[in-house]
């Protein structure tokens, strides 16, 4: 079955077994924010407060852009949850080294859960102690016996965290990515450029981590 129409199958089935992560944004959850971009599977920007912020969605790991396909379909799949425009709750669990607030988002169910349940992220388990660590786990049980996602491959794809650790691994020692170039975002000339070069590898290109690269051409 073609992958496209396995992702559209498995969206709907998804819709239809929600309930699962079906949540009420919690009693201490932060302001309404507004979403103004999706970077990737796990990562978000929103307005709130006036302000434009980058959000780490807690607790879980989306195949990174360059695991292809399955990157760019978790973002796919979370650009389809978190239209643009639309409101979100943010239950902030930390801040990371980026300076990103790590949260839980929710717009009627509890977003991050979902990706789990759907078998676009899997548990982030060395960074779970602040989300309901039982409850991720049996989400991505489910996904793992249905074969969605990230799982349609026996015992599930590498693992984002593994992957970086990898690519940092094959980084030339003269700060170069295995291509022999180190790239500038002036000298790249347009943002499509960009996303495609962090899709081969130039990691570097995001320096926040947020999943786009050189977010400066795009003004």
Known sequence: MPRR???????????????MAMAQAPAGAGPGATVISVGDGDTIRVRMNGK????????????????????QQARSYLQQRLLLGSTVTLEQKTTDRYGRMVAE??????INLAMVEDGQAFVYRQY????????????????????????????GITRPWDFRRG???????DGTTPDGRRYRCKEIGSYARAQEL???????????RDGEACESLRR
């Open 167 to 173: 690519r940092s691994a094959a980084v030339i020692p």
């Open 198 to 208: 962090l899709r081969q590898g130039h990691t570097y290109l995001d320096s926040n």
């Open 52 to 71: 434009p912020i980058t959000v780490r969605l807690a607790c879980i790991d989306a195949p990174e852009t360059a695991q292809q396909p399955y990157g």
């Open 128 to 155: 779970l102690s602040g989300c309901d660590a039982k409850e991720y786990l049996e989400a991505e049980f489910r996904a793992s016996r249905r074969r969605y996602g990230v799982w349609q491959v026996e015992g």
């Open 105 to 110: 988002v929710f717009n009627g169910i509890n």
């Open 5 to 19: 129409v396995h992702v559209a199958r498995a969206l709907a089935v998804a819709l239809a077994l929600l309930p």
